[in-house]
């Protein structure tokens, strides 16, 4: 977390400094309306005041406003009265009515009206926007909602365990930026790498409860679509997007394997590690035969990778049962799967069987014999010289003492 | 010990050069009981055994909590293989020298008895008799069988190594070689090789660690450890109270004294006992890693 800390620091400051040339230009352009137009004096009457940068209200709040900055940013041209408009003449009241940004961004409002920030109070539009008087747009750097600063904003809460727990949430920015698309975000600045708005949206963000949300189960094949176009394509000609189609819940979409916010690289020990288990939460049959196999002994061991998984036979995304000719695991197609792997695969070879259950008599006759037969000679050859060997120890030891002489078998040295 | 050559020669033959004898100063005679290649066989039996115990049990029981970190002791999840199969093929190289020697021993050297007789390997009645007379013995029934050069628990250790080796290396190269293999084995084959290799090796590391260490090393006899298979020889008392029968016959015929050897140099002695200790705790510390697997 500190580390992701400090990169975003260091990319604020990056942006900061990129900003100053651009402060340059906004002064002269500050300068010539002053001269020209009327209507700012407004600003110039009330920064002769708000201007001071220690300038507080009773309750030691500061009531300091950058007239730079505010210049700015993407207000820049309004009059301060046209958001505080309870202000009609000097001297104002002490106590002013909080501004009310609905009455122009109306379209926003109605977004959040029934989205999970709808309260106000809790989630005022500063608490993702920022300063009030240094909004900048969202394409602009310095803008708390600018894609690479999006994860930050968001987590000022949802980094937050105490918040997370009181609302029952997950406490995501920290696995959101260890996964690939935090990196790709942090690390090398993509401003295409999803981000918290990319999947949740912004203004109408709904609960993952909610069918209406990008993020409720049947919509995330097509939220993550946006990007993974052709992945998201794959997946819906394969079984499992089939069946989340025709409303079976129980079927996977990308965040049941890929996690939501944690996702990394499929290629990673991390990832190959923990993915057949994944599988296996569902296909609890099948991992239980896999991990009889040569295959599952090797892969345990963890780091070793190589060896196969469950997608690098049934494939990833386009699940296909063995029965379309399509499958990976189509028969036709099995010497080219196994053949990835094990150069010089034939028919024979492969007619192994990846998930053989050796408890099962009907299925795998020889196997179920060879098990037994193996199994019967391990015990009785162990349990007949257990019983041997214990009572010649006891025997000789008996012996032993009974002759009086303690042997200790040094007598070869 | 170093300049012998009597003992690179078949002690069954009894034709070693009689060696003198200090009759006046040392009362202990040693006898040879293994010959230099054979006490070779075990030390490269017993070391790839265990190089192959320790990297085949993390893949046995892959799933216990002590599998990843036996495998990285071992130098890695990428080394596991490569030392099995390196231990492997060590085995079986020892296997085949071992082979060869029966077959030159018995073809060109035309050594009798060594396919049937009192110094024959193979089973006969009266290890069946011994058997229970032992057994009987062990109750308290009955006198102590005297044994002959082999014990019938002796040629079981024998017998089971060979088995043993021959099963458990050719399900191994099965899956070594399993696409070549393949051409004239069916696919259902492969699946049984790793229930084999897995159940017999199991047998070979239960076995080994516990009842051959307590049969030979570790029981009151012999206890803390039988030297004989690292220094070649024993004392006399040890022969005449170990091996009786063997011990008369020899006697009877006058041959005893071919049989002669040099006491063991202290420093090999001492060495020895260093790998055979190492070699128990070894094997006693696997076998308790393989327990667990089954009881946590």
């Known amino acids: ?413 | 010990m170093e300049k012998r050559k009597t003992g690179t020669k078949m002690p069954e033959l009894e034709r070693a050069v009689p060696l003198k004898v200090e009759s006046n100063g040392g009362p202990m005679r040693f006898f040879v009981r293994f010959t230099r290649s054979q006490r070779w066989l075990h030390a490269v039996l017993f070391t790839t055994f265990l190089g192959l115990a320790a990297t085949g049990l993390p893949l046995r029981f892959s799933d216990s909590f002590w599998a990843r970190g036996l495998a990285s002791a071992v130098g890695g999840f990428g080394a596991i293989l490569f030392f099995h199969k390196f231990c492997a093929l060590a085995l079986t190289v020892a296997f085949l020298v071992h082979v060869k020697d029966i077959f030159s021993r018995a073809f060109a050297q035309r050594e009798k008895g060594i396919f049937w007789g009192v110094t024959s390997m193979v089973g006969n009645w009266k290890d069946v008799k011994d058997l229970f007379g032992h057994l009987r013995w062990f109750l308290g029934l009955g006198p102590k069988p005297h044994f002959e050069r082999y014990a019938y628990w002796e040629k079981f250790d024998y017998w089971a190594v060979f088995w043993g080796m021959i099963v458990i290396g050719f399900s191994g190269y099965a899956m070594w070689f399993a696409p070549f293999f393949a051409r004239f084995l069916p696919g259902w084959a492969l699946n049984a090789a790793l229930v084999i290799h897995g159940e017999e090796g199991l047998l070979a590391i239960l076995f080994i660690f516990s009842i051959h260490f307590v049969n030979t090393h570790l029981r009151p006899d012999s206890f803390p450890m039988d030297m004989v298979v690292f220094t070649g020889v024993e004392s006399e008392e040890e022969f005449k109270e170990k091996r009786p029968m063997e011990y008369e016959r020899l006697a009877k015929a006058g041959k005893l004294e071919s049989r002669l050897g040099e006491a063991p140099a202290t420093w090999f002695v001492t060495f020895a006992r260093v790998v055979g200790f190492a070699a128990i705790f070894f094997g006693t510390l696997l076998l308790i890693l393989t327990l667990t697997a089954y009881f946590f």
């Open chain 1, 1 to 413: 977390m500190e580390k992701e800390d400090g990169r975003m620091a260091q990319a604020a400051r990056r942006e900061t400094s990129l900003g100053s040339p651009i402060h340059l230009a906004v002064w002269l352009a500050a300068f010539l309306l002053l001269a020209t137009s009327h209507s700012l004096l407004a600003q110039t009457d009330c920064l002769a005041c708000h201007g001071d940068k220690t300038m507080q209200d009773a309750s030691g709040h500061s009531i300091a406003v950058d007239g730079n900055v505010f210049h700015a940013s993407v207000h820049g041209a309004l009059q301060c009265n046209d958001c505080h408009s309870d202000i009609k003449a000097y001297p104002h009241p002490d106590h002013m009515a909080p501004v009310d940004c609905k009455k122009c961004h109306v379209d926003e409002a109605s977004a959040l009206k029934d989205s999970v920030h709808a309260d106000g109070a809790e989630h005022p539009c500063t608490s993702c926007h920022g300063n009030a008087h240094a909004i900048f747009p969202k394409l602009d750097s310095r803008s708390n909602v600018y894609p690479l600063n999006i994860p930050r904003t968001c987590g000022s809460c949802h980094g937050n365990e105490a918040m997370a727990k009181k609302h029952g949430l997950q406490n995501v920015l920290a696995s959101y930026m260890d996964s690939i698309h935090g990196f790709a975000l942090s690390k090398e600045g993509l401003l295409v790498a999803a981000n918290c708005q990319s999947c949740h949206g912004s203004h109408h963000i709904l609960s993952h409860k909610n069918p209406l949300s990008p993020t409720y189960k049947t919509n995330i094949p097509a939220t993550c679509g946006t990007c993974h176009a052709k992945i998201t394509a794959e997946y819906e000609r394969g079984v499992h997007g089939k069946a989340v189609k025709a409303g079976d819940l129980k079927a996977p979409v990308c965040s049941d394997c890929h996690t939501a916010h944690a996702i990394v690289r499929p290629t990673d020990a991390e990832f190959r590690m923990q993915s057949t288990p994944t599988c296996g939460n569902c296909h609890k049959d099948k991992l239980s035969t896999y991990h009889d196999t040569f295959h599952s002994q090797l892969g345990l061991l963890g780091g070793y990778v190589e060896t196969a998984r469950c997608w690098d036979c049934h494939g990833a995304h386009e699940m296909l049962p063995a029965s379309d000719p399509n499958s990976p695991i189509a028969k036709q197609n099995l010497i080219k799967t196994c053949g990835k792997c094990h150069a010089g695969a034939n028919s024979s070879f492969v007619e192994y069987q990846p998930h053989v259950n050796a408890n099962d008599r009907k299925l795998n006759p020889a196997l179920y014999y060879i098990r037994l037969f193996m199994n019967v000679l391990l015990i009785s050859v162990l349990a007949f010289f257990a019983i041997h060997t214990l009572l010649w120890v006891i025997r000789s030891r008996y012996d032993q003492i009974k002759n009086g002489e303690e042997k200790d078998g040094d007598k070869d040295a």
